[in-house]
């Protein structure tokens, strides 16, 4: 099964896995790190432990950070980088990881990462009376 | 072939719906049946907005849905149906809409009305509307999401078993 690792400023990844309880009925595989207060070293240390968890996680593990150039992103492309079951995603929100959840069995991870992209931009939506989403 | 799921659901169309059912269902359309979402513009456009574009979607007054399943759409399409409230599905049923199994998956807390699950709440009218479908031998099942264990409403409610 693949993991998701929520790396996020702050408590956003735990409310976002809440939110996804709330929907689906199950967290499984979903994982939260906040680095509120934590020095790169100790990111990068707590990460990596995540990422080469146990047996299962080499199915893949898509690390979905909150924002792009931001010090968790910086960790998790530098540490991606070393293995060949990671992919880091930025700006997660909460179609992202619905996203993730729904489709992990069905897709590869190289796939997987691009489809999760592609649903958390389309949750992105200025609704107008005209013309819908 | 039969409603893949009919659902009475207050919230209408929701995550639990878009995403929790659909991904355990994978029904082709979600028909919302509401006259007060089909007859407003706005709110019609907000719950078309509401299912992403690689699924149908119908929002349709209650004469409106009685022709479409009635027009061989069921045929042809695997469609998840959903309505705000037990006494649509009774309007639905007594016009030949062919029911057999309710999931009940949100009555809100509205003033005047009793728990009878965190996510199920009925007044009187409810209860005997649900006696009505009851009585016709369709299955009440109570279940927000799909994982969660289903909770007999027949039972809850204390009807006599059919």
Request: glycine share 8%; hydrophobic share 45%.
């Given at each position: ?133 | ?7 009475i ?76 409230s037990p006494k649509r599905l009774v ?13 009940v998956?949100?009555m ?18 409810d209860?005997?509307n649900f006696?009505?479908l ?29």
């Amino acid at each position: 099964m693949k993991h998701a690792i929520l790396l996020t400023h702050g408590p956003i990844g735990e409310a976002l896995i809440e939110a996804v309880r709330g929907i689906m009925g199950f967290d499984e595989g979903l994982h939260a790190l906040a680095v509120t207060d934590m020095s790169i070293t100790e990111i990068a240390s707590r990460l990596s432990a995540l990422v080469s968890g146990p047996d299962e996680r080499q199915d893949g593990v898509l690390i979905m950070a909150s924002l792009r150039g931001g010090s968790c992103w910086n960790v998790a492309v530098s540490i991606a980088s070393d293995y060949k079951h990671v992919r880091v995603l930025s700006g997660v929100n909460l179609p992202m990881v619905l996203s993730f959840i729904t489709k992990r069995e069905s897709l590869s991870l190289e796939a997987l990462a691009a489809e999760v992209q592609h649903d958390g931009a389309r949750g992105i939506c200025l609704l107008s009376q005209d013309k819908g989403c | 072939m039969p409603l893949v799921q009919v659902r009475i659901d207050d919230r209408l169309i929701h995550g639990q719906v878009v995403v929790g059912w659909r991904h355990v269902l994978d029904p082709q359309r979600i028909m919302l049946c509401s006259d007060e979402v089909a007859n407003s513009d706005w709110q019609k456009t907000i719950y078309m907005s509401a299912v992403t574009s690689d699924i149908a979607a119908s929002v349709l007054t209650l004469q409106e849905t009685i022709a479409e399943l009635g027009s061989g759409l069921l045929e042809r399409e695997r469609i998840l149906l959903l309505v705000d409230s037990p006494k649509r599905l009774v309007q639905l049923v007594e016009a030949g809409v062919p029911i057999s199994e309710v999931n009940v998956g949100g009555m809100h807390f509205r003033a005047g009305k009793n728990q009878i699950t965190p996510f199920i709440f009925v007044d009187e009218e409810d209860v005997s509307n649900f006696r009505i479908l009851h009585d016709k031998g369709i299955k009440l099942e109570g279940r927000d999401v799909p994982t969660r264990t289903p909770i007999d409403i027949a039972r809850a409610l204390r009807f006599e078993p059919i």
